[in-house]
């Protein structure tokens, strides 16, 4: 049975970055298995911030490989994300993951997709899972129009959006920002 459903979304403002996530995993189209999954931590003594979709054990399997990159890297995020990459694509086992991840530091901001390519947002907003594209735009719109608002706010807000509209996403939020 194929575990799915997710959505997560970073943003980028004023110095900060906040990912946010919902908690909900789904089993095919009609079954909800658990709503307080926790998706976005923290990793590398508190530095870095991971969030995850995708298959629950290939999530997982991505994320601790990344974790394991920025230990023989020292912390540094770009490095790391590029070697995971390259290691995805190589490995026989790594290539069939079918997982994301969005990472960030307090200075970088990284898209980690499905086929082993380091995507940098331009403008500082990105998001995956089944209800990315909802959570992308609201974060686009509350940026461009919500001057006042933080990144946090902005992320929170944008998973609230998405969770009223994807059948896979909840509001059962976890955020972490750095």
Do not use: H
Not at 87 to 100: F, G, H, N, T, V
């Amino acid at each position: 049975m194929e575990l799915k459903g997710t959505t997560i979304v970073a943003v980028r403002r004023n110095g900060k970055t906040a990912i946010a996530g919902d908690g909900q995993v789904t089993a095919g189209q009609t079954t909800i298995m658990k709503s307080n999954a926790v998706k976005v931590r923290r990793i590398y003594n508190d530095n870095v911030v991971v969030g995850f979709a995708g298959s629950v054990a290939d999530a997982f399997t991505l994320s601790e490989n990344f974790e394991k990159m920025l230990n023989k890297y020292s912390g540094n995020l770009m490095r790391s994300a590029v070697e995971l990459a390259q290691l995805w694509r190589s490995d026989k086992i790594m290539r069939k993951l079918e997982a994301m991840m969005i990472v960030a530091d307090e200075t970088n901001l990284l898209v980690l997709d499905g086929v082993g390519d380091v995507i940098e947002p331009e403008d500082g907003i990105c998001a995956i899972g089944s209800g990315g594209n909802y959570a992308l735009a609201a974060a686009r719109a509350f940026a461009k129009r919500c001057p006042d608002m933080s990144a946090r706010e902005i992320a929170e807000e944008s998973i609230k959006i998405a969770s009223e509209i994807c059948i896979f996403t909840n509001g059962n939020i976890r955020i972490e920002e750095v």
